[in-house]
């Protein structure tokens, strides 16, 4: 039977204690101190394909205290140690859910802010649309909305974690969206209000840049490494980044519902394993 999702995800905080530094293993860090710079106080996060809950740490260890933060995501083991690891924290709740299927209630979380980062390009293409619509329902209907997902590009090739049989009838084939493929999609679901390359390769964007932009990459790369240096100019490039973030809202007329008022559920209230 082929396996439709790809569960794996990277981990920056075990590679940063081996000394290992990657632009890759930088953005992810650098997505969720993004989220800490936009948050308020106050306000609920949804972190849809939470993982590990490497957000909620971010917020929790710079402490900033939200009103609530619900982590959702696939697989019971993940979700189990995260719920363990942070049960000191009275306002974060966690929950097992396939992102995909229509199981959950996702509507009932009504957050400000939803987020789902390299999760997008684990659960098939086939997916996207499903997976787009569950992601929209977390949300009020004032939230903002954050996604990242890596660009695909077939000169440079697909991450081996994303390329796998999604059950589609392709077969083992490349699970990412090119930049422009997944804008198309997204405008189905969504306004985009801005974008933010997460890092990018030199040859991808010099030809773009303008004076003073090559003056500040030649000033940079003096000192820091090339690693670095992705993640620093490629907010400014985001159509010519290896991964973006998008940053979305709903479409002027996309009302939602408010749910109906439900007592706290437990952890696994919603165990779709």
Known sequence: MAKVYNTTDLRPDQAFER???????FAHYLRWTHILKEAKIGESIVDFGCGAANLLEVLY??????K?????????????????????????HFYVADLVKNYMDFSKFNA?????????????KQNADAFLENFKACGNNNATYYLSTPNYDPSVGAAGNHTYDSGDGRGVDVQEF????????????????KKFGTFASAKDYKPLMNDWQQKM??????????????????????????????????????????????????LFEDDLM
């Open 178 to 193: 090119d930049h422009w493929e997944l804008e198309g999609i997204l405008l189905k679901h969504f306004n985009i209000v």
């Open 19 to 25: 000394h290992v530094f990657h632009r890759d293993q």
């Open 61 to 66: 260890r710079n402490k900033f205290k939200q």
């Open 217 to 266: 990459f030649d000033a940079l790369k003096e000192y820091y490494d090339s690693n670095l240096i992705a993640n620093i100019m490629a907010p400014m490039f985001p159509d010519a980044s290896r991964n973006t973030l998008w940053v979305l809202k709903r479409k002027p007329g996309d009302v939602k519902v408010a749910p109906k008022a439900t007592e706290q559920p437990s």
């Open 112 to 124: 400000d802010k939803v987020c789902a980062f390299e999760v997008l390009e684990h659960v098939g």
């Open 68 to 92: 609530e933060y619900i982590g959702i995501d696939i697989r019971e083991k993940t979700i189990q140690e995260a719920a363990e690891k942070y049960a000191n924290v009275p306002w974060a």
